[in-house]
């Protein structure tokens, strides 16, 4: 699947890419969480792939989703004379004393899909839109249930929302809500654990496991006499811990009418595990966010940051450091269904299908 991934990639930066290259004397250097996690993995090699082709000197990193090395990382970086930094950063809290090194030098920084929180000189932050993630994450669920139409309910439901040292924690949140808040209100939409707040829906960790375990308790104390109808996860990797939790309970895909019909379950990022999961009709939809249009953005935006221009901002009212405004540039996301995998995930080349059908019960991250 990667080699696959990869060839299609390069034929994407090619199209967006200019020849001309102005960068010869200009170093960037690319700072990931992890190898082991495929997605920071591929956008590593890519970033740095398409800044080459810009002409720029490029270093890449990945920090073993440990944020002590991820700082001295960054450090050598800055020691050794960079004009640029990418950061994926896996704890922005121990960056701070690093990052001001950086601004005093002059060093240009970009956050890459993670905000950071505690300082106020990035240069731009590039990501997906999370509020309107959240909100369609909502919208499949309204939809699905039938909520927007005659359908009165009361359906229950759970919420599986991202760790709070996550800042698009409280965005997805929010949409979620928002979608959900008129069906709350006339009590169409129940929480049956009493789990509503972002404080007690949030997991603490990015965990299959965790979200496997924690759903566990809720059917065994909360759905012993009620249907779960719906799950909604902030994150693909809830929704398969989640899957794994409600098919062990006894809930089937299939005829509407038995007594343990699957709940719609959502997620974000269109994982492997997850498309398959779509396909074999576990998981209702994913929220898809196409990471090679972050790439080409990110490329596209730290060249014109080291050529004196402005970078492409789109937003300057979501992320704040105190009272500063920080420049975002957030993509739009969408649903996909599993109707529509074939167009949005398989022709455009980011996953093969038939890879995709290989995989059975393995969790692929």
Not at 230 to 243: E, H, K, N, T, W
Not at 244 to 271: H, L, M, S
Request: glycine share 6%; with cysteine.
């Amino acid at each position: 699947m990667k080699k696959f991934f990869y060839f299609t990639f390069a034929l994407f930066l090619l199209s967006f890419i200019s020849a001309a290259s102005f960068g010869a004397d200009k170093k960037i250097a690319i700072s990931m969480p992890s190898k082991d996690i495929e997605r920071w993995k591929i956008d590593g090699e890519n970033l740095k792939k398409g800044l080459k082709q810009k002409g720029y000197k490029v270093s890449l990193e990945f920090a073993k989703n440990d944020a002590v090395i991820q700082n001295s990382q960054i450090k050598s970086f800055i020691d050794g004379g960079v004009d640029l930094l990418i950061i994926a950063c896996v704890d922005d809290l121990n960056l701070s004393e690093t990052l001001s090194l950086a601004n005093k030098k002059g060093v240009k920084v970009i956050a890459y899909d993670k905000f950071i929180k505690n300082f106020a000189h990035t240069d731009c932050y590039m990501s997906f839109d999370a509020y309107k993630t959240g909100y369609l994450q909502g919208a499949i669920i309204v939809r699905a249930l039938g909520l927007n139409t005659q359908q009165k309910g009361p359906f229950y439901a759970e919420i599986f929302s991202s760790p709070m040292s996550d800042e698009n924690s409280r965005l997805y949140y929010k949409g979620a809500m928002d979608a959900f808040s008129s069906y709350i209100q006339k009590e169409r939409l129940r929480f049956n654990s009493g789990r509503v707040s972002l404080q007690a829906t949030a997991m603490k960790n990015m965990s299959a496991d965790e979200s496997r375990d924690v759903m566990t308790k809720l059917i065994n104390k909360f759905y012993t006499s009620k249907k779960l109808d719906a799950v909604l996860c902030s994150q693909d990797i809830f929704a398969v811990g989640v899957i794994e939790a409600v098919k062990k309970a006894g809930y089937k895909v299939g005829d509407d009418k038995k007594n343990k019909p699957f709940p719609i379950i959502t997620g974000q990022d269109c994982r492997p595990y997850n498309v398959k999961a779509m396909i074999d009709k576990y998981q209702k939809g994913s929220i898809f966010k196409d990471y090679r249009l972050l790439v080409q953005q990110t490329i596209e935006n730290a060249d014109n940051i080291l050529n004196g221009k402005n970078p492409s901002i789109n937003d300057m009212n979501t992320y704040k450091v105190g009272a500063k405004s920080i420049p975002a540039y957030l993509i739009e996301p969408r649903i996909v269904y599993k109707e529509d995998l074939q167009k949005e995930i398989f022709d455009s080349g980011y996953y093969k299908k038939a890879d995709i059908l290989k995989l059975k019960s393995k969790r692929v991250m």
